[in-house]
C-alpha cells in the first residue's frame, strides 16, 4: 500500500544543518508533488517546501534561503536540506505527497490537497 518514510531527523546546535529523506513505495511518484511539513508542540502544522512531478519548487517564507528541496525519481525518494538552523525550527518534520503537479504557487503550501503523510522525524535544534 501507499507509503511515505521519513529518516534524518535530530539533534543539532543553533546554526547546524541537518538532510532529512524520504521514501515513497507503493504509488506512481512521478504523479506527485511532494511536500515536507512541520508541526511544533502547541502550534499548529505548517508548510516547508515542496517540489513537484516537474520540478518546481516552492517555499515557506521562514526557511527560504536556508532549506533546499530536491527529489530522486530513481530511488522515489524527496529530501530536505536544512542549513543554518534555529532553534525556532524545532519540530517533527513530515513528508507528504499531494497528486498532480502545483508547481511553483502558494496554492502548493495548502495543506489540504495533500492526502498521503508519514510518520515524522523530529529535528531538534538547541541554542
Known amino acids: 500500500q501507499p507509503q511515505l518514510v521519513e529518516s534524518g531527523g535530530g539533534s543539532v546546535q543553533s546554526g547546524g544543518s541537518l538532510r532529512l529523506s524520504c521514501a515513497a513505495s507503493?504509488?506512481?511518484?512521478?504523479?506527485?508533488?511532494m511536500g515536507w511539513f512541520r508541526q511544533a508542540p502547541g502550534k499548529e502544522r505548517e508548510a516547508v517546501a515542496v517540489?513537484?512531478?516537474?520540478?518546481?519548487?516552492t517555499y515557506a517564507d521562514s526557511v527560504e534561503g536556508r532549506f533546499a528541496i530536491s527529489q530522486d525519481y530513481a530511488k522515489n525518494t524527496v529530501y530536505l536540506q536544512m542549513m543554518d538552523l534555529a532553534p525556532e525550527d524545532t519540530a517533527m518534520y513530515y513528508c507528504?505527497?499531494?497528486?498532480?503537479?502545483?508547481?511553483?504557487?502558494?496554492?502548493?503550501?495548502?495543506?489540504?490537497?495533500?492526502?498521503?503523510w508519514g510518520q515524522g522525524t523530529q529535528v531538534t535544534v538547541s541554542s
Open positions: 517540489i513537484d512531478n516537474e520540478g518546481s519548487t
Open positions: 507528504a505527497a499531494a497528486s498532480g503537479s502545483l508547481g511553483n504557487s502558494p496554492y502548493a503550501l495548502q495543506i489540504w490537497r495533500y492526502t498521503l
Open positions: 507503493g504509488i506512481t511518484y512521478t504523479r506527485y508533488s
